[in-house]
């Protein structure tokens, strides 16, 4: 059975129908927010190291300490709990005006001998 | 830091810690078992956020990345930034979908989204190994705690520390005393910050936010010993850096004690906003974790004590280094040693029992004894927690690296493997049984491949580093996935009706 065949193919890339659509597209924008946020900060540590004395990066603190620590260290942990808060805000709004499924278990396991069963 | 003494009141402490730990454990059971099997008692979103919090800490977060800051500088902050932003993609790529399957462990979803027993098997020996790799970690940490605590040398040590782990499980399962977790972070977390407080209070730093007080050791280092912490990537490269960021991330997001939380709450919403909180209370700790390696450095600078950038026992013990160096009383070097011992135990506990779990429901049953009781999974599960604490037990006493190195070897294989499986089964619909045994094993061999082949070919050493190897690894093993699961038969139509509909709501 060839993946077209079904009318249920869907990928992370290609989502199918509005709720995939639309979740897929808050968790790209995330992802790119996380992912520029790590290499863009890294890459900017290094070129400071690179262009400018090693004492300039000793120097320029923020928050007492040296800005490639800070930034690191403290501002990415920080931004990561920012862009989850964000995503949960997102998801309990779309979640809450496009179906009422969040919040559920849609299957659980019973014990030995029982079939599986819905909720 | 081995001392030929036995420390009688961190002793005291660390031995109260645990009874206190196993009497409120004793009362939660009683007021109320848990319905969720794998967890504690949860109070709200906050609760589940420090459970997660407490879930997670171990040797690693509490010894081993400030041995790491000790050791490495700057580039240990990889770890701070891998082991934290692995829940990003935690939360947003899996924690609801997870919960979705209604799947109990990972080698449950692996077998139920793949259809294969062959899958879910091999999920359980990797998810096993995983378990003793990790393992090693927390009773390296362990050793060293009891070593400084009872004055031993370190293999002695190695052998207390994993009889008082099988005493202490053995005694709590007896009793019927569950985790509680909120508990358990809260002393947690006391017992690392409180510690680091006092010392920046004493240096004259901020100490009210030691998390930033302690840049002004960093100055201090620079300025009255020459030390510099300014060139991030002098001794390594900005590869070598993201290769072990991103592997953390895909480990963390791959590692089946964390997976599990996302089973254990009652809803979807509970687990996702159960993330933000875990991950503030897990930052919390992490922001200031580097701060004992700045200070410890600089109270040995300033005791004459030389770095030896070798001495891995020497960063392990760091936090206890930069307390005792530091002048704190002998109270609060107890609460660190009991906060660090705590850590490590439920850790490895926890590991431990899970994977003997999966050997007696994955493997026991379906490829030894295929009529087995469940009076024989039992035995078979203690048993077998047994074989892999003497199996820990055996590699812990030459571990081949730090921690901190140890632990990230453990994400690397996660990462490589549960990882991939996890991440295409949710959000590739086509991805079916041939081709996610193919990519795990191929994850398998890349994790294990520096310590095979990279004598004969530094390449691979230098591609897929020990700790590291899931940064090109991970995205591999996602292409052997597609490509062998584009050229055979796609999963029964049934199951892409269930993703399509009940994972992700397509209309």
Redesign the interface.
């Given at each position: 059975?060839?993946?077209n065949t079904?009318g249920?193919?869907?990928?992370?890339f290609r989502?199918?129908?509005?709720?995939?659509r639309r979740?897929t597209r808050v968790?790209k924008m995330?992802?790119a927010g996380?992912l520029i946020a790590?290499?863009g900060s890294?890459?900017y540590?290094?070129l400071l190291?690179v262009n400018y004395s090693?004492?300039?990066?000793?120097e320029w603190?923020f928050?007492?300490?040296?800005i490639?620590?800070?930034l690191?260290?403290?501002f990415?942990?920080?931004w990561?709990?920012i862009?989850?808060?964000l995503?949960?805000f997102w998801?309990?709004r779309h979640?809450s005006n496009?179906?009422s499924?969040?919040?559920?278990?849609?299957?659980?396991?019973k014990s030995?001998g029982e079939e599986?069963d819905s909720w | 830091m081995v001392n030929s003494t036995v420390q009688v009141l961190p002793l005291a402490i660390v031995v109260g810690l645990f009874a206190i730990f196993i009497i409120s454990g004793l009362r939660h059971h009683a007021r109320k078992q848990s319905e969720y099997g794998l967890s504690g008692v949860y109070t709200g979103r906050i609760g589940i956020g420090a459970a997660i919090a407490s879930n997670w800490m171990s040797a690693a977060s509490f010894l081993g990345l400030a041995g790491m800051f000790y050791l490495k500088g700057y580039f240990a902050m990889a770890f701070v930034v891998g082991w934290t932003g692995g829940y990003v993609l935690l939360l947003v790529l899996m924690a609801s979908q997870i919960r979705r399957f209604g799947k109990f462990s990972a080698p449950d979803f692996v077998g139920f989204r793949y259809e294969s027993e062959g899958a879910r098997t091999l999920t359980a020996f990797i998810l096993i190994i995983i378990t003793i790799i990790y393992s090693v970690a927390q009773f390296r940490g362990i050793a060293l705690l009891v070593s400084w605590l009872l004055g031993i040398g370190y293999v002695p040590a190695v052998i207390v520390g994993s009889l008082l782990l099988v005493m202490f499980v053995v005694v709590s399962g007896t009793l019927g005393a569950t985790r509680n977790q909120q508990l358990q972070y809260f002393v947690l977390i006391t017992a690392f910050i409180l510690p680091l407080m006092l010392l920046t209070r004493k240096l004259g730093y901020f100490w009210i936010l030691p998390q930033f007080g302690y840049g002004a050791a960093i100055s201090d280092l620079y300025l009255q010993f020459g030390f510099a912490w300014s060139e991030p990537f002098l001794n390594t490269t900005l590869f070598q850096w993201l290769a072990l960021c991103f592997t953390l991330m895909f480990g963390t997001a791959g590692l089946p004690h964390v997976l599990s939380r996302f089973y254990a709450v009652p809803g979807i919403r509970d687990a996702r906003w159960g993330v933000v909180w875990g991950l503030f209370f897990i930052a919390l700790i992490y922001w200031s974790a580097p701060a004992y390696g700045v200070l410890a450095r600089l109270f040995e600078a300033r005791n004459n004590i030389p770095f030896n950038a070798g001495d891995g026992q020497a960063a392990d013990m760091v936090v206890l280094t930069a307390a005792t160096l530091g002048g704190l009383p002998v109270w609060v070097i107890g609460l660190l040693a009991a906060g660090g011992m705590s850590a490590a135990f439920s850790a490895s506990a926890g590991l431990l029992l899970s994977g003997a779990a999966s050997f007696s429901y994955d493997i026991y049953p379906r490829l030894i004894r295929r009529d087995a009781s469940e009076n024989d999974k039992i035995f078979a599960a203690k048993g077998f927690f047994l074989i892999m604490a003497a199996i820990v037990t055996v590699l812990t006493l030459k571990p081949w690296g730090v921690i901190a190195e140890i632990a990230a070897f453990a994400f690397a294989l996660a990462g490589n493997t549960i990882f991939p499986a996890f991440l295409l089964g949710i959000w590739w619909c086509r991805a079916n049984s041939t081709g996610v045994i193919s990519g795990m094993l191929t994850g398998v061999v890349i994790t294990f491949m520096p310590f095979i082949l990279g004598d004969a070919l530094p390449m691979v050493s230098r591609l897929f580093p020990v700790t590291s190897s899931a940064f090109i690894g991970a995205p591999l093993v996602m292409i052997v996935m597609i490509v062998v699961s584009r050229l055979t038969a796609p999963p029964s139509e049934e199951m892409r009706l269930f993703l399509a509909r009940d994972v992700h709501d397509c209309q």
């Open positions: 059975m060839d993946e079904t249920k193919s869907f990928s992370f989502p199918r129908g509005e709720t995939m979740e968790i995330i992802l996380w790590i290499v890294q890459i540590v290094y190291e090693a004492l300039l990066l000793d603190t928050f007492n300490l040296p490639h620590f800070w690191t260290g403290q990415l942990p920080l990561f709990i862009i989850c808060g995503f949960n998801m309990d979640a496009v179906n499924l969040d919040g559920s278990l849609r299957f659980r396991v030995a599986e | -």
